[in-house]
C-alpha cells in the first residue's frame, strides 16, 4: 500500500491509521521537505519510507514499477490555499503534474491497483448554501484551480485509461500536527507561546467572522480508508462534518482551553484576497456508500491540537 505525501499533516494520520490495522505501507515524502517521523502520532512501526520526487517523471515510474502497490493513497502536493496567490506555479506543479506523472506511472505498471486522490472543496463555487457534489465548480484561487485541474485528470485517468480512481473534495481538517499557517493551529501555536511565556498575551487574527466546515483529521483520513474499500471508481465524494463554524467560534474554543487570557488584535498581514463567508459541505453520498460519519467533537479537536502545541514548545 503506497501513500504519497506520507510525511505531511493528514498523509501521516493516515499512515498512523493503515498501521494500526497491520496495512505493510510504503510512504513517499519530497527530498527536502518534512521528514518522517518514524514513531508518527502513535508509535507506527513498520513503515517503509522513500524519498520520491514527484516531478520527476522516470524516478516516479521506476518507484511504482518497484513497488507495485496493493492500493495507492495520493495525498501529496501544495496544501495551503493562501500562499496559493504568491506561488501559483508551486501549486500548479505539486497539484497537477506530479498527479499526472503518478497516474501515468500506474496506468504502466499497476493499471488495476485503487487510488485515492485527495481534491479540495475550494473547485466549488461560492455559494451561500450546503454544496453537494454537483454543485456548480468555480476555484476562486490559484490554488483551486490547481485542484480542479488535478481532479479533471484523475477522472480522465478513470474514464479513459480504466484506472479506478476515486475523488475526494475535502473540506477543512484540522487537528494535531497541522501547520500554524492554518487558521486554528495558528491560533492554538499563539496560545501555547502565550502560556508558556514566550510572547505577550495578544493573538493575531485576520477576519473571524467566515464560516467552514470543520472535520478533525483523523476523521477525514478515516473517511479516506472507507472511500478506499467501498468508493465507486470515477466518483467524487465530499469529505466533510456538514456543519460549519465561524472562525470566531474556533478561536473562543481554544481560549478556553487555555490557560491564560490574550487580547485579540487583527492582523491585515493576515485578511485573504477573496474570503468567501460560508464554506459548507454536505456529506451524505460518502456516508450513504460508506457509513462513515464524523466521530470527534470540536472541542476535543481544539484541546488535542493546543495539546500538540504544548508538547512542540517543550521540546
Known amino acids: 500500500m503506497l501513500v504519497t505525501g506520507a510525511a505531511g499533516f493528514a498523509g501521516s494520520h493516515l499512515v498512523d491509521l493503515l498501521a494500526r490495522e497491520g496495512e505493510p505501507i510504503v510512504g513517499w515524502y519530497r527530498p527536502g521537505g518534512d521528514v518522517p517521523d518514524p514513531a508518527g502520532h502513535d508509535g507506527r512501526r513498520g513503515v517503509m519510507w522513500h524519498a520520491i520526487e514527484l516531478l520527476d517523471q522516470e524516478t516516479v515510474r521506476q518507484a511504482v514499477a518497484a513497488t507495485r502497490p496493493s492500493a495507492v493513497y495520493h495525498l501529496a ?50 455559494a451561500a448554501v450546503s454544496l453537494e457534489e454537483d454543485a456548480p465548480l468555480a476555484p476562486a484561487s490559484p490554488y483551486g484551480l490547481s485542484k480542479l485541474a488535478q481532479e479533471l485528470l484523475a477522472m480522465r485517468a478513470a474514464q479513459d485509461d480504466g484506472l479506478p480512481v476515486i475523488v475526494t473534495r475535502s473540506f477543512n481538517h484540522i487537528g494535531p500536527g497541522q501547520s500554524p499557517a492554518y487558521f486554528a493551529s495558528s491560533f492554538a501555536r499563539q496560545l501555547a507561546r502565550v502560556e508558556a511565556r514566550l510572547a505577550d498575551p495578544v493573538i493575531s487574527v485576520g477576519n473571524l467572522e467566515p464560516r467552514r466546515d470543520l472535520t478533525d483529521v483523523r476523521d477525514t483520513v478515516r473517511a479516506y480508508r472507507l472511500l478506499m474499500t467501498h468508493g465507486r471508481p470515477g466518483r467524487t465524494y465530499n469529505v466533510c462534518s456538514g456543519r460549519a463554524y465561524a472562525i470566531r467560534e474556533v478561536l473562543d474554543t481554544l481560549r478556553q482551553h487555555a490557560a491564560r487570557d490574550v487580547e485579540v488584535r487583527v492582523d491585515q498581514a493576515r485578511l485573504r484576497p477573496t474570503d468567501q463567508p460560508l464554506v459548507l459541505g454536505n456529506p451524505a453520498r460518502l456516508t450513504a456508500e460508506t457509513g462513515w460519519r464524523p466521530e470527534i467533537p470540536l472541542s476535543r479537536t481544539l484541546a488535542d491540537l493546543l495539546a500538540w502545541h504544548r508538547t512542540q514548545l517543550s521540546e
Open 77 to 126: 502536493g501544495a496544501a495551503h490555499q493562501g500562499s496559493s496567490w504568491q506561488e501559483s506555479d508551486t501549486a500548479l506543479a505539486l497539484n497537477v503534474r506530479a498527479t499526472h506523472h503518478l497516474l501515468e506511472a500506474l496506468r504502466q505498471h499497476a493499471p488495476d491497483v485503487r487510488v485515492l486522490v485527495t481534491g479540495s472543496a475550494a473547485v466549488y463555487r461560492a
